[in-house]
């Protein structure tokens, strides 16, 4: 077990600052002093510290900037563009490695202050803004009986986990949390706003509904509402001796999801409190109790329980309170299988074997999530047209307090991944497709969507972003041409 003391950053060095940095800051000083954070300012350390994962907190712009407005931020962004100034953007900051929503030396781009929230009953949307998280656009939406399709964990941002794709509650029901994108309001690398939606800029719009950061800074969201009255669900703690069980009743539970896809489920196997133990988490989109469908879930044996009546809220603060450790070294990698309850057990199995003997230093997770099946899967541009089935994201969450153990991490979770591929691949059960938001860093999550949906991304960004500033100048998350490819072009 980890000690519970969580790193901070007291400001003791400095990072290399490049002119091109200093210029940008200082007409941002000029234009917006309120609102920029030098590293002298007293807000900056308590901003650096905002990161969920020790890995961005150990990165350090030259200042953080937080924009009230597109406008404000269009601003910014064209000056980066013209100085060649490289930055980061930050929605909620969950991102898990160095770089993913943060910047060393750069200027940082704070949205913290983009908060638009706007009901449009008329047009069963809601209008949200990446400055917001989850959990306060739900508390909000239920007491109007609305929700959307967003995050199950109510620290979240909304923006990090709207451009990776994003599953819910309503995974099965509805898809993507992207595919429920009808509008987004987006800054391009010129500073200009646009909108970009099925009737505006329709490529650019097709590009985003899985494009990730390549394209510009989405600052609005338009969502699609649905009439909400509460759920049922909950998780429930089991002993790790009841694996099998446990693992036949999530893969048989997947397979009930295309019948009634208000059902939704998750595995979970962690060392984060000691010993080994299983979490499962149970949620109807209905407040509706003791469904058939649970029944397999349910006649696991349980140490403790907490299922019943409730609402989208206390779900997602029960999710986030598993991810309470901010600050911790948290390395995150993925694999998607298709469905098999064997092929599960092995992977359970070699989560056992290479992560038990090292959980006294780390805080080892697996988890098995459903992907969200949509009506439409060619409306996204992660390539999934062609599955045959149910497909599932092997995810794998390493924390650990200690920087000498990240390369144990990284290749023990290499270790587990490639030993699973090679098991489903000579099952069958394999399946290329990479989830960004449960993606690491050394993953080619582009790669996985195919050529063709790669070739539309490079094209689109070429239009709208022709000198590639969201590829070179802001180095974070994921990029459709690789990172050797974009650091070349700048040199």
Request: aromatic letters at 10%.
């Amino acid at each position: 077990m980890l000690s519970q003391s969580t790193p901070t950053l007291d400001n003791a060095s400095h990072p290399h600052v490049s002119p091109a940095a200093k210029r940008v800051v200082s007409e941002l000083l000029k234009k917006f002093p309120e609102q920029v954070f030098e590293q002298d300012h007293p807000r900056y350390k308590a901003l650096q510290n905002s990161y969920w994962s020790g890995y961005q907190k150990a990165l350090r712009p030259h200042c953080f900037f937080q924009p009230h407005s597109a406008e404000e931020l269009g601003q910014v962004v064209a000056q980066c563009a013209i100085e060649q100034c490289f930055f980061g953007v930050k929605s909620g900051g969950h991102g898990h490695f160095a770089g993913q929503s943060s910047i060393e030396g750069g200027i940082q781009l704070d949205l913290v202050k983009l908060k638009t929230f706007q009901i449009k009953r008329s047009e069963c949307t809601v209008l949200v803004g990446p400055g917001n998280t989850w959990g306060s656009v739900y508390e909000r939406l239920q007491k109007e009986g609305l929700m959307v399709v967003g995050g199950r964990s109510a620290n979240v941002g909304v923006g990090g986990y709207l451009v990776g794709g994003g599953i819910s509650f309503y995974a099965a029901q509805h898809g993507w949390g992207i595919d429920n994108v009808r509008s987004f309001e987006i800054v391009l690398a010129d500073g200009r706003v646009v909108t970009a939606s099925s009737d505006s800029e329709p490529r650019l719009y097709r590009a985003l509904r899985g494009g990730g950061s390549n394209f510009g800074i989405i600052t609005a969201f338009e969502l699609e509402a649905y009439t909400y009255n509460g759920m049922w669900g909950g998780r429930t703690m089991i002993d790790s001796i009841h694996a099998r069980q446990a693992i036949a009743a999530y893969a048989g539970f997947v397979k009930k999801q295309e019948a009634d896809p208000k059902g939704h489920t998750i595995f979970i196997a962690t060392y984060d409190e000691g010993p080994l133990r299983l979490l499962q988490y149970m949620v109807y989109t209905e407040p509706q109790s003791d469904l058939p469908m649970f029944d397999e879930l349910r006649k696991v044996p349980t140490i403790e329980s907490s299922l019943g009546l409730t609402d989208y809220t206390e779900l997602a603060q029960n999710i986030a309170g598993l991810q309470d450790g901010v600050g911790y070294r948290a390395a995150i990698a993925t694999l998607t299988l298709k469905l098999d309850e064997d092929l599960f057990n092995f992977a359970y199995d070699v989560f056992v074997q290479e992560a038990g003997p090292k959980s006294k230093y780390i805080n080892a997770t697996m988890e098995f999530h459903a992907i969200p099946r949509t009506s439409n899967p060619a409306g996204n541009r992660f390539g999934l047209e062609g599955a045959d089935g149910p497909l599932v994201a092997f995810l794998l969450i390493f924390v650990t307090s200690d920087s000498r153990h990240d390369d144990e991490v990284t290749q023990t979770q290499k270790t587990i991944l490639a030993r699973v591929e090679k098991e489903a691949k000579k099952r069958c059960m394999y399946h290329p497709f990479l989830f960004a938001n449960y993606a690491a860093q050394w993953q080619d999550v582009f790669g996985s969507y195919g050529d063709h949906n790669r070739k539309f991304l490079t094209e689109v960004a070429n239009v709208y972003d022709p000198e590639r500033t969201f590829q070179r100048l802001q180095p974070g998350s994921f990029k459709i041409s690789t990172l050797t490819r974009a650091r070349q072009s700048i040199l």
